[in-house]
């Protein structure tokens, strides 16, 4: 079980990309201005979004692409093995090590789909509250700190 450190906020999208010529996965850990249904209690959903320019100013300089938020890097911005691009969705492309067995391990699992979303964590710098529709608006991020592979993601898209 991954330690979670209690100011860092994990949200997840799905979907990859493999590139079959290298140990290469491309995919989507945020989309933005989409409702989420984060939970429901006793009848009463409650709702999050991430605004589109919500990583403007964010702490950027350095995160990781790992499994399940587990602080083990499968790949790094700090060593250009991780690269992303920010547009209508922020999207990642990594590059594993097809030397090392545990990034095998999980080229495979994402290919036959035993792994098949993506994952975000962070820690907020603004955000809004509209009580009437119990939605969260997430409108800056402080720091990124990783986009992960996981197995149950908290968004659906």
């Known amino acids: ?18 590139d079959a ?11 933005f201005d989409t409702l989420t249904c984060l939970y429901e209690f006793n009848g009463v959903k409650f709702y999050e979004q991430v605004a589109r320019d919500a990583f403007e100013g ?21 060593n250009g093995s991780l690269k992303f691009t920010m547009g209508e969705r922020f999207e990642i492309e ?35 509250y509209d009580e009437e529709t119990r939605t969260r608006t997430i409108k800056k991020i402080k720091k990124l ?3 992960s592979a996981v197995t149950f993601p908290a968004y659906q898209q």
């Open 58 to 78: 964010a702490d950027m300089r350095d995160f990781i692409f790992n499994v399940n938020h587990e602080s083990t890097p499968y790949a790094r911005t700090k």
């Open 94 to 128: 990594a590059t594993l090590d097809d030397t090392d067995q545990r990034h095998i391990q999980l080229y495979g699992d994402i290919k036959s789909g035993r792994i098949d979303q993506m994952s975000f964590a962070f820690t907020v710098k603004e955000d809004f």
């Open 1 to 18: 079980m991954p330690i979670k450190i209690p100011e860092r906020e994990y949200r997840s999208f799905g979907t990859y990309e493999l």
């Open 21 to 31: 010529d290298k140990m290469i996965v491309r995919g989507t850990p945020v989309v």
């Open 145 to 147: 700190y990783d986009v």
